[in-house]
């Protein structure tokens, strides 16, 4: 049963920097594609990617802010997290799939079968 769990997440003032991590018991990241997405209301939105080869895609939003990585070793991945806004607020996800999507689908969410439980992140201005 692949389970991911999220954690990091946290209220900070605008500017300040966090990292989420997703740990998953179950699944095997290596080889695999897996992502963060954010939910504000009901729009879900794909944050950044690995891909195929392990390539990143980031979203035009959080480029240059935000930095996807994963630990192959310890199975967990990472979403770090810089110079937060008071728009970064929302549910954050992690979400991953046996496959590695393509580098246009990386950041759509009917992409991934797993799915982390979310976990909260507040900016304040």
């Known amino acids: 049963q692949v389970q991911l769990v999220e954690s990091g997440g946290g209220s900070l003032q605008a500017g300040g920097d966090l990292r989420l991590s997703c740990a998953a018991s179950?699944?095997?990241?290596?080889?695999?594609?897996m992502g963060w997405f954010r939910q504000v209301v009901t729009k879900c939105e794909g944050l950044a990617g690995i891909?195929?080869?392990?390539?990143?895609r980031d979203h035009e939003s959080v480029k240059g802010r935000f930095t996807i990585s994963k630990d192959n070793a310890k199975n967990i991945m990472y979403l770090q997290m810089n110079s937060l806004k008071p728009e970064d607020t929302g549910l954050y996800y992690c979400?991953?799939?046996?496959?590695?999507?393509?580098?246009?689908?990386?950041?759509?969410?009917?992409?991934?079968?797993?799915w982390g439980q979310g976990i909260y992140v507040i900016v304040s201005s």
């Open positions: 979400a991953a799939d046996c496959a590695y999507p393509s580098f246009s689908a990386v950041l759509d969410p009917h992409e991934y079968n797993y």
């Open positions: 179950g699944y095997t990241y290596g080889g695999s594609g």
């Open positions: 891909f195929s080869y392990d390539n990143t």
